[in-house]
């Protein structure tokens, strides 16, 4: 049974940090292309950051120079650390694993970023 937990999430002041974690079990996590989505109420949902099998990395626009998105095979985990958070990132973040026309989400961890 795949399963993708999310973890981390919270309430920041703007100009804060969070590092979001997700814990994978059930796949062979190496060869899975790892990424964070986030949903914001009313939106749809989008791409924040990925990271290849090959370590290769994408980041949405809006996130570059603040998010970084990194992987441990052997722990079977994705983080995403993020700084300098803005309130329009305030979200749903979902991790997803993918492979091929494959894939996997988590349930979510909630960030709000407000004063």
């Not at 994978?24 to 964070?36: D, L």
């Not at 994705?78 to 026309?101: F, H, R, W």
């Amino acid at each position: 049974q795949v399963q993708l937990v999310e973890s981390g999430g919270g309430l920041v002041q703007p100009g804060g940090s969070l590092r979001l974690s997700c814990a994978a079990s059930g796949i062979i996590f190496k060869i899975y292309a790892m990424s964070w989505y986030r949903q914001a109420p009313g939106k749809q949902r989008e791409l924040v950051a990925s990271m290849s099998s090959t370590g290769s990395t994408n980041y949405a626009d809006s996130v570059k120079g603040r998010f970084t998105i990194s992987r441990d095979n052997g722990q079977k985990m994705v983080d995403l650390q993020m700084n300098s958070l803005k309130p329009e990132d305030t979200a749903v973040y979902y991790c997803n694993a993918q492979i091929g026309g494959v894939g996997f989400w988590g349930k979510g961890t909630l960030v709000t970023v407000s004063s």
